[in-house]
């Protein structure tokens, strides 16, 4: 299935993740607890207690797509102090007392598998996991040098080990515990309004390649009263080979094709219009008077009487995106009633407006908004109940039907705009625009805040 929306992170992208999950990482190794440790070596036996890390630096690290795999966090050159306390007991000699450690050269290598659950959020979790120190140096507290030589080395290396086994622990506790219930914050589910969402589920799992992590997107809309099929599929998308952004969202036309279905079959296109809408310094009023001029016949069956506009959509609108931009050409039903002084209603006649309609595209706050302006528009008659008439008459009537009632009203929706695929606590900058064959593709770069 292609996806409605495709959204590709670059690796400078990911350099931006790298910098606030290395913070997290760190606080994380920062509270590690090591066991209390004790041992022989010849004939010296040792205890090891209170352990206590008072850092964990983490200067060099790189978050790398490694393709058809996932992704890999490297570390390297991080180190630690720490400090505890001493016993030794050698023969008659009984004596304690305090040390510093000081690792350095701990290189760290996770590897980490992107899917997706039954719902379509994202999961990650860690694969494998290596830890290795190059070096332990220990600083006794106290006089006796000849006693620390005796067993220094065997307590350097108890600590190695213990400290190169608790790294990985830590580092895939920190993902799980951070990461992974981070990732869930990506809506599945967007709503647009009252009447429409949009399902943003995986329908497949991210894919790495060489530069980018990139993660297809159903990108459909739907009615939130009733789902129905959507009677046409997504178009395949050309993504361009664009990295300069940290994120690209590559939006089908498919979204808001799917948009235009889930709203007509809502029943929301419809627009009803009365004289009470009409601008007052406009020079015309909605009443059989005020088309008399064109259709006497209406003044005599009708006279004095106000009139009401329905508005309506018979099928779907379909949009187009192109390298020059979005285009519509929407049919609109014009259906026009006489309002009886029972508050019933008569109808007239049955007109038929075709129009070609222009959109400009804008990103706000994290939603895709837009703006129509509506270009010439053709009428002709498909019914009348009053006779005939020349329909080129009431061009005029249309013009400001459109331009001072549904087009504004079109535009305080679009301007609402539809929401983004994008995690808790993100905003968008730096934006850049393009239109492609079938999509529209978006650039920007992130910011994130911290809670």
């Not at 009984?94 to 050269?105: A, I, M, P, Q």
């Not at 219009?273 to 001029?293: Q, V």
């Not at 020349?390 to 679009?414: C, D, F, G, H």
Request: proline share 6%; with cysteine.
């Amino acid at each position: 299935t292609n996806p409605g929306v495709t959204v590709r992170i670059t690796q400078s992208g990911l350099d931006y993740a790298k910098q606030h999950g290395i913070a997290v990482l760190q606080k994380e190794l920062a509270q590690l607890k090591l066991p209390d440790i004790s041992g022989s070596s010849g004939k010296v036996r040792y205890e090891i207690s209170r352990l206590n890390l008072r850092n964990f630096y983490l200067p060099h690290a790189q978050i790398s797509p490694v393709p058809n795999v996932g992704l890999q966090v490297s570390i390297s050159n991080a180190f630690t102090e720490l400090d505890g306390n001493w016993r030794v007991k050698l023969r008659f000699i009984r004596t304690r007392g305090s040390f510093k450690l000081k690792v350095e050269n701990i290189y760290i290598k996770n590897t980490l598998t992107l899917g997706s659950d039954a719902s379509g959020k994202p999961t990650i979790d860690v694969s494998a996991c290596s830890a290795h120190i190059s070096k332990v140096r220990v600083r006794f507290s106290g006089t006796l040098g000849w006693l620390y030589n005796l067993f220094h080395k065997a307590i350097e290396s108890r600590l190695k080990k213990a400290l190169e086994g608790k790294v990985c622990g830590s580092t895939t506790s920190a993902i799980r515990t951070h990461l992974q219930p981070y990732l869930r914050t990506l809506p599945v589910t967007a709503k647009i309004d009252a009447m429409a969402g949009i399902d943003y589920s995986l329908v497949a799992p991210p894919v790495a390649t060489a530069q980018s992590l990139n993660v297809d997107l159903k990108g459909e809309c739907f009615s939130l009263a009733r789902r129905t099929a959507v009677p046409f599929t997504p178009p395949e998308l050309a993504f361009p080979p664009d990295h300069d952004r940290m994120v690209y969202f590559g939006v089908s036309s498919y979204l808001f094709n799917t948009a235009g279905f889930a709203y007509h079959a809502a029943g929301a296109l419809v627009f009803e219009i009365t004289d009470s809408m009409i601008p007052k310094e406009i020079d015309f009023r909605l009443n059989t008077s005020s088309f008399e001029a064109f259709l006497p016949q209406l003044g005599e069956m009708y006279p004095n009487m106000l009139m009401k506009f329905r508005l309506s959509a018979p099928s779907a609108p379909f949009l187009s995106i192109g390298t020059d931009g979005i285009s519509l050409s929407p049919v609109v039903d014009i259906q026009a009633y006489a309002i009886l002084p029972n508050g019933s209603l008569a109808p007239l006649f049955l007109l038929s407006l075709t129009s070609n309609v222009s959109a400009t595209i804008n990103i706000k706050s994290g939603h895709i908004v837009g703006n129509l302006d509506v270009g010439r528009m053709k009428l002709s008659l498909k019914h009348s109940d009053v006779g005939t008439f020349k329909v080129r008459m009431l061009q005029s009537v249309t013009n400001i039907l459109a331009s001072s009632i549904l087009l504004p009203r079109l535009n305080e929706r679009l301007a609402k705009g539809f929401p983004l695929p994008l995690p808790d606590r993100i905003q968008l900058s730096n934006i850049l625009m393009q239109f492609h064959e079938n999509f529209l593709l978006l650039g920007a770069d992130v910011h994130y805040e911290p809670k």
